[in-house]
């Protein structure tokens, strides 16, 4: 039964997941015109009052309109079916953000409702539920700021996957600009070698080597094998043959399996702090450029854009198709593989290729990124020493024009270049000129 009940004695339900109610001129503006159209949906509260559980943007437009009261249907519900309903009616209206509509969904699931009935209530599919129900775990204060900058379902995703609170934090800082994707990268990037990283090292320990610390570039050892920790795979560093005493390091990423040189020299020199320094410099901007290399192929792999974009594919892969011939430079073996599904790592098994180009939609734009040529290695700095006085010198900034032309062709499709990938090529990076060198 409907029946009129003063505003004052209305409540704004304490759980409702649209945390915002907006703007409500307008509707204050209709209500005032024609009244209130549809009644709210209320249960009883303490001392004669009354929590609202449909129908808040309506009681607060109403009270805009200077309306005493309103008409409502007066219901017996559980807290549970109350916040069910809210969420439903809210999502059906397409009101709730998607950090609302999660932090919902995990209030339903912390009273015990279980997920299948989620789906049910809601209507969406159930990755869909578990996606929201992970994205609720971020902090609420940085994602109610990182919902206004924008981003996509999925960025959120992935920032919930990063298990580094920190490092979310910064994410959410982020996402919605164009530093976000470089940022992520790093991010996963990190948290793999935290993952990887004592395994490596039980591995190496397994097969009998020991751990020296600082002196990989003693002159007293020399490699037997290395890898990067992002790369490395169960059985990467196997216990050698002969019983030759062997020695272990990571260092930035990278994990060395060595062994004692025959000769040890009298002198073992000491790196001075510049040359420390500048190794730091290198070492971290090898990092940063295969980061971003990383990220232009994230943004290639998950492009699906092509038919909008086919003429622009079409006029640069026929301009990369001409440099393969005027430059000599070599197509991307490791990404083709990689898009088709081979282990090879030297050639191309080309009846895979031919039926890639002949099955997937996303074709062109493979064949124009591989004919690019991209590399991890490519970079804009001069390490020091290819400098003409073959001296060791502090990491100078390098023009690229092959790897400018990819950005090029990236950005006319889309691609936003983080800050650090911009001061990167303009040489502007603070590793990039500067006087580490003192």
């Known amino acids: 039964m409907i029946t009129n009940i003063e505003v004052t004695k209305l409540l704004q339900h304490p759980d409702n997941p649209r945390k915002s109610i907006g703007d409500v001129t307008e509707l204050a503006e209709s209500i005032k015109a024609r009244g209130i159209l549809q009644n709210l949906t209320v249960v009883p509260a303490e001392n004669g009052l009354y929590t609202v559980v449909i129908g808040h943007r309506r009681l607060a437009a109403a009270k805009q309109a200077g309306l005493t009261e309103v008409p409502c249907a007066v219901v017996d519900m559980d807290y549970k079916t109350q916040l069910s309903t809210m969420l439903l009616e ?66 959120y995703v992935q920032i919930a996957d990063i298990k580094d609170e920190k490092e979310r934090r910064e994410l959410l800082k982020v996402v919605g600009t164009r530093e976000f994707e470089f940022s992520l990268t790093r991010a996963k990037r990190q ?77 073992k020199e000491k790196k001075s702090e510049c040359e ?62 990689s898009e088709i599904g081979s282990e090879e790592k030297y050639s191309i098994n080309a009846p895979k290729w031919r039926q890639f180009i002949a099955e997937d939609k996303r074709a062109p734009i493979v064949v124009a990124y591989a004919l690019a040529g991209d590399d991890k290695r490519y970079g804009y700095y001069n390490d020091g020493w290819y400098a003409s006085n073959k001296s060791k010198q502090a990491p100078q900034h390098k023009k690229n024009q092959r790897l400018d032309g990819i950005y090029e062709f990236l950005c006319e499709l889309g691609y936003e270049m983080s800050e650090t990938e911009l001061q990167l090529q303009s040489g502007e990076h603070e590793l990039l000129g500067g006087d580490i060198s003192a």
């Open 90 to 155: 809210n999502m059906q209206r397409s009101d709730l953000t998607v950090y609302e509509q999660a932090q919902g969904m995990q209030m339903m699931f912390d009273l015990g409702v279980p997920v299948a009935e989620i789906v049910e209530k809601t209507g969406f599919a159930e990755t869909t539920v578990r996606k929201r129900l992970k994205i609720a775990t971020l902090p609420t204060e940085q994602m109610q700021q990182a919902v206004e900058r924008g981003g996509k379902l999925e960025d």
């Open 191 to 267: 948290q793999i070698e935290a993952e990887k990283t004592p395994l490596v090292k039980a591995e190496l320990k397994s097969i009998g080597a020991k751990a020296v610390k600082g002196q990989i570039y003693s002159t007293a050892y020399e490699r037997v094998k290395q890898c990067a920790i992002t790369d490395w795979k169960e059985g990467t560093f196997k216990k050698p043959k002969n019983k030759e005493e062997l020695f272990w390091e990571i260092s930035y990423g990278t994990a060395y399996l060595m062994r004692k040189k025959a000769k040890v020299p009298k002198k």
């Open 276 to 337: 420390q320094r500048i190794d730091s410099a290198n070492r971290e901007l090898k990092r940063l450029t295969e980061t971003a290399y990383e990220c232009r192929v994230n943004f290639i792999r998950s492009f699906t854009a092509v038919e909008k974009y086919k003429e622009t594919i079409i006029k640069w892969l026929v301009m990369f198709a001409g440099c393969e011939i005027t430059d000599y430079c070599t197509y991307d073996r490791a990404y083709i593989n």
